[in-house]
């Protein structure tokens, strides 16, 4: 099971930008679909930004236009640019990974981003 670590999360203001990264501890990066979810306190994990192995993109209305999801498969990674924060953007963001042979899929332990002035 690939394992994944977040980076990147952090305190800004309103209009801020963030970048998160994801890195992915496996050899086989490109075999995998990954995704961006977040979870605020007291709501359920909704997606926010997905990418497939043939870097298709797509993203939750929320954050379009303003979040640009993106990957190296030289570096197994998988980033998250974020523009335009706002305070609804609050939440922990979890890295997702999904196998697309098996559909076996990972998460990340999250990292935390607040959007406040």
């Known amino acids: 099971q690939v394992q994944l670590v977040e980076s990147g999360g952090g305190l800004v203001q309103p209009g801020g930008s963030l970048k998160l990264s994801c890195a992915a501890s496996t050899t086989i990066f490109s075999m995998y679909d990954m995704a961006w979810y977040r979870q605020a306190s007291g709501n359920q994990r909704d997606m926010v930004a997905t990418?497939?192995?043939?870097?298709?993109?797509n993203y939750a209305d929320a954050v379009k236009g303003r979040f640009t999801i993106s990957r190296d498969n030289t570096k197994s990674t998988v980033s998250l640019q974020m523009n335009g924060l706002e305070p609804e953007d609050t939440a922990v963001y979890y890295c997702h990974a999904r196998y697309v042979f098996s559909s076996a899929a990972s998460w990340g332990q999250g990292t935390q981003v607040t959007v406040s002035s």
């Open positions: 990418i497939t192995r043939g870097g298709r993109t």
